[in-house]
């Protein structure tokens, strides 16, 4: 009897010694999960998406013209969902009809941090980037981007990722009288930045929503970059209409656009770029070093 009792305690002992370890196996592996996203992945922690699509979501309900825009944000596939998908990759082409200089790059941007990473179309060697505070360029033709590299590096994105890039802090959201454009009626946005946000805070947009749809239809804005402009002054404004939209992974995302200098009356005039977005995919496996300074690359300075 003596002997079976020890046999049970000994088993029982075993048993949760080895349970033990299996809960802190457990833990551990779910720690070192959380690490690796954290850690080695861009993709955030599904809690990060949670709380700062709540915090979205308060701030751009108490408002009329965020209400639209929190509606834009649903119709085009959910803020929430934007974020979950990890980085976006597209290729962009940047066509002016006057035979200025194009641009024509696939990239890779992170919508969290805002870090990018550009490729030349005929040469995917020839790159050129911004790490969230820098912008950098690796190349080994000079002519490869004939263009300010730092300007660009986020322009495209945020013309592809309206209007989920007005989520943040320092975007402030005023609602214009409703605007009709080819019978079709929109809910028109301004938007504008608080001093110090970006590199351009006297850029505005003037976005129009779809009345019934909530769909975006027309980008109006203007470039006041300090590389390019003084203080206060800036291109006249211009008049941009998506050209047709594809849905990735749920999220609808504009194919193309057609660029108008804007004219009186607030009508379009003259058609003078042409752009065409294709190869869109979203890459929740994109490592955080592939978004940062690359070796061998050349950080450059200043606004130009």
């Not at 929503?209 to 404004?237: A, C, M, Q, T, W």
Request: proline share 4%; hydrophobic share 35%; charged share 25%.
């Amino acid at each position: 009897m003596k002997k079976t009792i020890l046999t049970f305690t000994y088993i029982f002992t075993l048993f949760i010694i080895i349970s033990c370890k299996k809960e802190n196996t457990a833990t551990i592996s779910e720690v070192k999960s959380t690490e690796d996203v954290q850690t080695h992945l861009v993709k955030v922690p599904e809690n990060w998406i949670t709380e700062r699509t709540a915090n979205a979501k308060k701030r751009l309900e108490s408002s009329a013209a965020g209400r639209v825009v929190w509606n834009a944000m649903e119709a085009h596939g959910g803020l929430a969902n934007w974020y979950a998908k990890g980085p976006i990759a597209f290729h962009f082409d940047y066509k002016p009809l006057d035979g200025s200089t194009r641009r024509n790059t696939y990239q890779t941007v992170d919508m969290w941090s805002n870090t990018a990473r550009h490729q030349h179309y005929d040469d995917r060697s020839q790159e050129f980037g911004w790490d969230g505070s820098q912008a950098w360029a690796k190349t080994t033709d000079s002519t490869a981007f004939a263009y300010n590299l730092r300007f660009w590096a986020l322009t495209p994105y945020y013309f592809l990722a309206q209007p989920f890039v007005l989520d943040g802090e320092g975007v402030i959201l005023e609602q214009l009288e409703d605007k009709e454009f080819k019978d079709k009626m929109y809910d028109v946005i301004k938007v504008s930045f608080a001093e110090g946000t970006g590199d351009a805070p006297d850029d505005y947009y003037v976005l129009y929503f779809g009345k019934e749809d909530h769909n975006l239809g027309v980008i109006r804005y203007i470039v006041s970059y300090p590389g390019y402009f003084e203080k206060g002054k800036h291109l006249p404004e211009k008049f941009m209409e998506l050209q047709g939209t594809t849905k990735v992974d749920g999220i609808t995302l504009s194919t193309g656009y057609h660029t108008h200098w804007l004219l009186e009356g607030e009508i379009p005039g003259e058609h003078i770029t042409t752009i065409t977005v294709d190869n869109i995919s979203f890459q929740p496996e994109t490592k955080k070093e592939y978004l940062e300074v690359p070796e061998g690359a050349t950080i450059l300075k200043g606004l130009k």
